[in-house]
């Protein structure tokens, strides 16, 4: 395979953003304007004429280049159509060596056994939206409907076009104690919110109690057919009332009936993934990969 590595300044954006949204297995996460926004450095793997790329985001520490997962992309990897184990296998040998350590997640498509390239599995959950609300509900939880029933009584309503500032601003404060996110990627975050607002690629949604207090919010970004909810924040007011369970049944009620997929974007932690499948989602499997060729010092301090 004709896979040559392009660094960052030599990607024709045009020709990667035209290979994203043809890929059977596109998402919003692979758009140049995307990595270009939430990646520290992005280069790229590209077979041929732009028929199938990876994107590289990668990070330097001292004097090792490393290849991570970027804030707020839930999955990467290799895009395109016809993808095989074949495929996989020639794009991960041809990274460049120079990467000595690896942590990323690829995408759904991209989950195969590959010899030399241990793979682990993660979890999403997705739930199509194409029934109409009473046959999408009727698969909810009773414990679900109960709490959206609860928020309604109580007051709650759901805005549409809140400031992307005020769910960033809950975010941070529901996470403040164990997130690794950072000032930077929040900020990031935001002006990548802006770019795709205008692109009528995201919305930012909001539950308010009966005393104007914002309690649930999300952003919900578009493409390929997917509704991504993203960038959640939750205050502690909103757990016992049901918040974030009339947030998300609004958007299933906006949108059902339509070709379009809600994408939960996880999760492998026991409590959100039974949160999420109680919408009646199913779930979704896509690869994660750990490799590390740090010199044997460094790989001992590594661990």
């Known amino acids: 395979m004709n896979i040559a590595y392009l660094s960052n300044k030599n990607i024709d954006k045009q020709k990667w953003d035209r290979c994203i949204d043809m890929a059977s297995n596109g998402l919003i996460y692979a758009y140049s304007f995307y990595l270009d926004a939430m990646s520290k450095h992005w280069d790229a793997l590209i077979l041929n004429d732009y028929e199938i790329v990876m994107p590289l985001t990668w990070n330097k520490k001292y004097t090792i280049h490393y290849l991570y997962q970027p804030f707020f992309c839930a999955q990467l990897g290799i895009f395109g159509n016809d993808i095989t184990a074949e495929v996989v ?8 060596s120079k990467f000595k350590y690896w942590d990323f997640y690829l995408n759904k498509n991209n989950l195969f056994s ?30 679900h409907l109960r ?62 109690s009966s005393q104007n207090q914002l309690t649930a919010s999300c952003v919900y970004t578009f493409s390929h057919k997917r509704a991504y ?18 947030l998300i049944n609004h958007f299933i ?31 979704e499997k896509y690869p994660g990969i750990k490799l590390n060729k740090l010199p044997p010092l460094v790989k001992l301090f590594k661990q």
Not at 114 to 135: A, C, H, K
Not at 159 to 175: D, F, G, H, M, R
Not at 231 to 239: A, D, K, S, T, W
């Open 147 to 208: 709490n959206i029933k609860r928020a309604q009584q109580h007051g709650n309503v759901v805005k549409k076009n809140i400031p992307v500032a005020e769910v960033i601003s809950l975010a941070k404060e529901q996470t403040k104690t164990f997130s690794p996110i950072t000032a930077i990627d929040y900020s990031n975050f935001s002006k990548l919110f802006e770019i795709l607002f205008k692109k009528n690629m995201a919305n930012a949604y909001g539950v308010y």
């Open 229 to 246: 909810y993203i960038l959640v924040g939750n205050h502690p007011n909103g757990r016992t009332s049901g918040a974030s369970h009339l």
């Open 89 to 96: 296998k020639a794009f991960l040998e041809a990274i460049p």
């Open 253 to 283: 009620d906006e949108h059902a009936g339509e070709n379009l997929l809600l994408d939960f974007e996880g999760s492998d932690i026991k409590n959100l993934a039974w949160f999420y499948r109680s919408f009646g989602s199913s779930l």
């Open 114 to 143: 590959v010899d030399n390239f241990p793979m682990y599995e993660r979890s999403n959950y997705i739930l199509p939206l194409n029934n109409s609300y009473e046959q999408l509900t009727a698969n909810f939880a009773q414990s």
